[in-house]
């Protein structure tokens, strides 16, 4: 089992910046890959980025390619999600998951993580 826990959000303006924390407990962290998604009211799950167990190999959504950076620490088992020139769109709630993997693989669809944490809210305002 794989416990995470979301942090980091709130109220932010439009153009500011925000990180977002995921920190895991329950298994060894170097062995999972790591997804921040995102789900707006009436819309669908989104994936932001990800980040491959080995931190060699990341993948972004394309429209948020240059704006936001996903890293992880593996000795503090925790993965980073910093955001910035923030838009109103970017008002959402976003949930970090984890998938074991045994390889430099990034998944990038909700189906192949197996745990996610509670989510945390963001909200972009003027």
């Known amino acids: 089992q794989v416990q995470l826990v979301e942090s980091g959000g709130g109220l932010v303006q439009a153009g500011g910046s925000l990180r977002l924390s995921c920190a895991a407990s329950?298994?060894?962290?170097?062995?999972?890959?790591i997804g921040w998604f995102r789900q707006a009211p009436g819309k669908e799950r989104e994936i932001v980025a990800a980040?491959?167990?080995?931190?060699?190999?990341?993948y972004y959504a394309d429209s948020l390619k240059g704006r936001f950076t996903i890293s992880r620490d593996n000795a503090k088992s925790t993965v980073y999600l910093q955001m910035g020139t923030l838009k109103f769109d970017a008002t959402a709630f976003y949930y970090c998951?984890?998938?074991?993997?045994?390889?430099?693989?990034?998944?990038?669809?909700?189906?192949?993580?197996?745990?996610w944490g509670p989510g945390t809210q963001v909200t972009v305002s003027s």
């Open positions: 329950g298994r060894t962290f170097s062995r999972l890959a």
């Open positions: 980040i491959s167990r080995s931190i060699s190999n990341t």
């Open positions: 998951a984890a998938r074991q993997t045994s390889s430099v693989y990034v998944p990038q669809t909700a189906q192949e993580y197996d745990y």
